[in-house]
Protein backbone atom coordinates (compact mmCIF):
# COMPACT_ATOMS: atom_id res chain seq x y z
CA UNK A 1 0.00 0.00 0.00
CA UNK A 2 1.55 3.14 -1.55
CA UNK A 3 1.24 6.27 1.14
CA UNK A 4 2.72 8.42 3.83
CA UNK A 5 2.72 5.27 6.26
CA UNK A 6 5.36 2.57 6.30
CA UNK A 7 4.13 -0.80 6.30
CA UNK A 8 5.13 -2.06 9.73
CA UNK A 9 2.96 0.62 10.98
CA UNK A 10 -0.11 -0.18 8.52
CA UNK A 11 0.11 -3.53 10.15
CA UNK A 12 0.20 -2.43 13.39
CA UNK A 13 -2.49 -0.07 13.18
CA UNK A 14 -4.90 -2.92 11.17
CA UNK A 15 -3.70 -5.57 13.68
CA UNK A 16 -3.04 -3.67 16.68
CA UNK A 17 -1.09 -5.81 19.31
CA UNK A 18 -2.21 -6.13 23.38
CA UNK A 19 -4.56 -3.52 23.19
CA UNK A 20 -6.90 -3.47 25.73
CA UNK A 21 -6.38 -2.95 29.63
CA UNK A 22 -4.53 -5.22 32.60
CA UNK A 23 -7.39 -5.50 35.63
CA UNK A 24 -5.05 -4.26 38.68
CA UNK A 25 -2.60 -3.08 36.49
CA UNK A 26 0.82 -2.06 38.15
CA UNK A 27 1.21 1.18 36.34
CA UNK A 28 -1.24 3.13 34.26
CA UNK A 29 0.07 6.36 32.38
CA UNK A 30 -2.66 8.58 30.47
CA UNK A 31 -1.40 11.24 27.97
CA UNK A 32 -3.20 13.63 25.47
CA UNK A 33 -2.04 15.57 22.66
CA UNK A 34 -4.77 18.29 23.19
CA UNK A 35 -4.07 19.27 19.19
CA UNK A 36 -4.86 16.37 17.47
CA UNK A 37 -7.22 15.02 20.00
CA UNK A 38 -5.31 12.06 20.10
CA UNK A 39 -5.50 10.40 24.05
CA UNK A 40 -3.41 6.94 25.02
CA UNK A 41 -3.70 5.18 28.22
CA UNK A 42 -0.91 2.54 28.63
CA UNK A 43 -1.31 -0.37 31.08
CA UNK A 44 1.87 -1.98 32.73
CA UNK A 45 2.29 -5.48 34.88
CA UNK A 46 5.51 -5.25 36.52
CA UNK A 47 7.02 -8.32 38.81
CA UNK A 48 10.45 -7.94 40.10
CA UNK A 49 11.76 -4.72 38.29
CA UNK A 50 10.71 -6.62 34.59
CA UNK A 51 7.73 -4.91 32.37
CA UNK A 52 5.88 -8.82 32.20
CA UNK A 53 3.08 -7.06 30.23
CA UNK A 54 1.99 -4.06 28.71
CA UNK A 55 -1.56 -3.26 27.18
CA UNK A 56 -3.25 -0.02 25.55
CA UNK A 57 -6.29 1.92 24.88
CA UNK A 58 -5.64 4.45 22.23
CA UNK A 59 -8.35 7.28 21.02
CA UNK A 60 -6.77 8.60 17.80
CA UNK A 61 -5.15 8.55 14.12
CA UNK A 62 -3.92 5.14 13.42
CA UNK A 63 -0.25 6.70 13.42
CA UNK A 64 -1.25 6.96 17.64
CA UNK A 65 -2.54 3.26 17.50
CA UNK A 66 0.77 2.11 15.27
CA UNK A 67 3.01 3.93 18.09
CA UNK A 68 0.60 2.69 20.90
CA UNK A 69 1.41 -1.00 19.53
CA UNK A 70 4.67 -1.07 18.82
CA UNK A 71 5.42 0.63 22.74
CA UNK A 72 3.71 -2.18 24.23
CA UNK A 73 5.77 -4.72 22.01
CA UNK A 74 8.99 -3.11 22.86
CA UNK A 75 8.85 -3.05 26.36
CA UNK A 76 7.30 -6.48 27.27
CA UNK A 77 10.55 -8.05 29.28
CA UNK A 78 12.44 -5.19 29.72
CA UNK A 79 13.07 -3.68 33.04
CA UNK A 80 11.86 -0.42 34.47
CA UNK A 81 15.35 0.78 33.84
CA UNK A 82 15.57 -0.08 30.36
CA UNK A 83 12.22 0.91 29.50
CA UNK A 84 12.88 4.52 30.53
CA UNK A 85 15.76 4.51 27.90
CA UNK A 86 12.90 4.12 25.06
CA UNK A 87 12.68 7.46 22.96
CA UNK A 88 9.99 8.62 20.73
CA UNK A 89 12.62 8.20 17.76
CA UNK A 90 13.50 4.75 18.99
CA UNK A 91 9.16 3.68 18.39
CA UNK A 92 9.02 5.70 15.38
CA UNK A 93 12.44 3.48 13.95
CA UNK A 94 10.45 0.34 14.90
CA UNK A 95 7.68 0.97 12.74
CA UNK A 96 9.67 2.23 9.62
CA UNK A 97 9.33 5.82 10.22
CA UNK A 98 6.80 8.32 10.46
CA UNK A 99 5.44 10.87 8.70
CA UNK A 100 7.09 14.78 9.82
CA UNK A 101 3.21 15.79 11.25
CA UNK A 102 2.57 12.23 13.03
CA UNK A 103 6.07 11.99 15.21
CA UNK A 104 3.59 13.40 18.04
CA UNK A 105 2.45 10.46 18.49
CA UNK A 106 5.50 8.77 19.16
CA UNK A 107 6.29 11.59 21.29
CA UNK A 108 2.90 10.43 23.20
CA UNK A 109 4.29 7.13 23.59
CA UNK A 110 6.88 7.75 24.93
CA UNK A 111 5.27 10.05 27.52
CA UNK A 112 2.40 7.37 28.22
CA UNK A 113 5.28 5.21 28.98
CA UNK A 114 7.08 7.60 31.65
CA UNK A 115 3.69 8.46 33.22
CA UNK A 116 2.62 4.61 33.30
CA UNK A 117 5.88 3.81 35.29
CA UNK A 118 5.84 7.19 37.45
CA UNK A 119 2.50 5.89 38.51
CA UNK A 120 4.01 2.71 39.46
CA UNK A 121 6.90 4.07 41.39
CA UNK A 122 4.56 6.23 43.21
CA UNK A 123 2.25 3.38 44.15
CA UNK A 124 5.15 1.53 45.18
CA UNK A 125 6.00 4.07 47.98
CA UNK A 126 2.77 4.00 49.06
CA UNK A 127 2.67 0.21 50.06
Known sequence: MAGPY????????????????????DGIGEVG?????DVMK??????NGVIVD????????????????ITTELIKGKTIEEALKLTNEAVAEALGGLPPAKM???????????????????RKKEQ
Do not use: Q, W
Not at 33 to 37: I, L, Y
Not at 42 to 47: C, N
Open 6 to 25: SEKVMDHFMNPRNMGEIENA
Open 33 to 37: NPVCG
Open 42 to 47: LYLKIE
Open 54 to 69: AKFKTFGCGAAIATSS
Open 104 to 122: HCSVLAEEALKAAIEDYRK
